[in-house]
């Protein structure tokens, strides 16, 4: 019983993981000389309801009892040479969202009818000597995370890649906790994997600048892509030479499952052609770590650094920022239970010389639990609990928000 047990909590972990998430096996193996091509996918249905302390906002001009979904597909291939060298391809697509209280439609006034890749990579190499990862992939930082648990409700949680956090307002507290997001693997990047030798590995990213695979410079009439004179060299967001390396070591002993992992990001804004840069390079150290032991996973995770929510730079003389996470999920048959929380401070919305605080305090709450209906499908409940304080010389500066929301996630 106990062995049928464990079976069924590894076929949920498979089943929980993120919609999007890192993918960090490096390739999946087949027989050399072979292909395996598959078309994966996923769907996901949810009613939710929602508050904030922001009433008057114009978000509720919308029920606050809503339903949403989100479509992923997953097509790639899987391949090994006859010598034994594996190599393949992987694409992640989703659907755009679409615009307030429109249905699908055709231009940005009555909806969106698009379907965008998210994830687009290949991948080379062999178990002894580790695996090259080549496009718009995670890279180490997301990759070897270790002590983040999001594998229980919607899988999402506060990472804000999909789910009905998307719903809420401004008033939802943000987080660079998560490193699982589109402000890090959505870019073009090279990716080596070490492999594992006693328990211990690493991997290491670089991305040139933070476009998407197909880069674009050209005049700027032209519908082949931006040219370079329109990037803005004060934006908050683009970056360039951003490089990052994990360690990661795994043990099991005594029925323990332990991973433990450290690493570090850092990232150049783009110049500043009409003045002084206003932001600081992105430079975030992580450290985390998780066990499991009997169906039971704890973790913890803490990143600091020269950092805002979302991956973004930090204006010149603000804070650093400063987040972790502690969180649990127990897997059982068909049922997991899980929970988290995390706590960021950040330089938020202060300026040099504004009457707005130094430090943007954010917290956040989420419980959720799961029946695995059959492998490819189950049914969850979620609550999630949020809070942000920054006040400035006419404000309080509060904001909170809660959900809770009953759906159904299933992958193919």
């Known amino acids: 019983m106990r062995k049928l047990l464990l079976a069924t909590a590894a076929s949920m972990g498979a089943l929980l993981a993120t919609a999007g998430g890192a993918m960090a096996q490096p390739a999946k193996p087949v027989a050399p000389g072979t292909v395996s091509v598959h078309l994966n996918g996923y769907l996901q249905f949810e009613i939710a309801d929602y508050g904030t302390s922001q009433m008057s906002g114009n978000g509720y001009k919308l029920s606050p009892v809503s339903t949403m979904g989100d479509v992923r597909l997953y097509p790639g291939f899987d391949a090994a ?3 034994g060298i594996d190599f393949g391809a992987q694409v992640e697509t989703r659907i755009t969202t679409s615009n307030a209280n429109k249905g699908v439609g055709s231009n940005s006034t009555s909806g969106t009818s698009a379907v965008y ?26 990759l070897m995370q270790q002590g983040v648990i999001e594998g229980f409700g919607d899988g999402n949680l506060w990472a804000a890649d999909g789910g009905p956090v998307t719903l809420l307002p401004n008033s939802a507290p943000g987080e660079f906790i998560y490193a699982d997001q589109g402000a890090l693997y ?65 043990t099991k002993a005594g029925g323990f499952d332990t991973k433990a992992s450290v690493g570090y990001l850092h990232g150049a804004p783009l110049g500043n052609l009409t003045g002084p840069q206003p932001y600081d ?41 400063f987040a972790y996470t502690v969180g649990a999920k127990y897997e059982v048959g068909p049922y ?13 919305n202060w300026t040099m010389g504004g009457n707005t605080a130094r430090t943007l305090s954010e917290y956040g709450v989420a419980v959720g639990g799961n029946y695995i209906l059959a492998k490819q499908m189950n049914l969850f409940v979620e609550y999630l609990y949020g809070h942000k304080h920054q006040p400035t010389a006419t404000s309080k500066g509060n904001g909170q928000v809660q959900l809770i929301s009953v759906g159904t996630t299933l992958k193919w």
């Open 81 to 83: 040479t006859a010598n």
């Open 117 to 142: 890749i998210r994830r687009a990579y290949g991948y080379i190499g062999t178990p002894e000597y580790g695996f090259l990862r080549f496009g718009q992939t995670d890279s180490a930082f997301d």
């Open 186 to 250: 959505a870019t073009d990047k090279i990716v080596y994997i070490t492999p594992s030798f006693m328990g211990l590995s690493g991997s290491v990213g670089f991305e040139p600048n933070s476009n998407g695979i197909k880069e674009g410079y050209a005049a700027a009439s032209s519908s082949l892509g931006a040219a370079a004179t329109s990037i803005d060299g004060s934006s908050s967001s683009r970056r360039r030479n951003t490089i990052d390396a994990m360690a990661q070591y795994v």
């Open 281 to 321: 390079d992105l430079s975030v150290f992580q450290a985390g770590a998780q066990t499991t032991i009997e169906g039971l996973t704890v973790g913890a995770n803490l990143k600091t650094g020269a950092v805002q929510d979302g991956y973004n730079f930090k204006p010149k003389g603000g804070r650093n920022g």
């Open 336 to 348: 997991v239970l899980g929970a988290s929380y995390f706590n960021s401070q950040t330089a938020g």
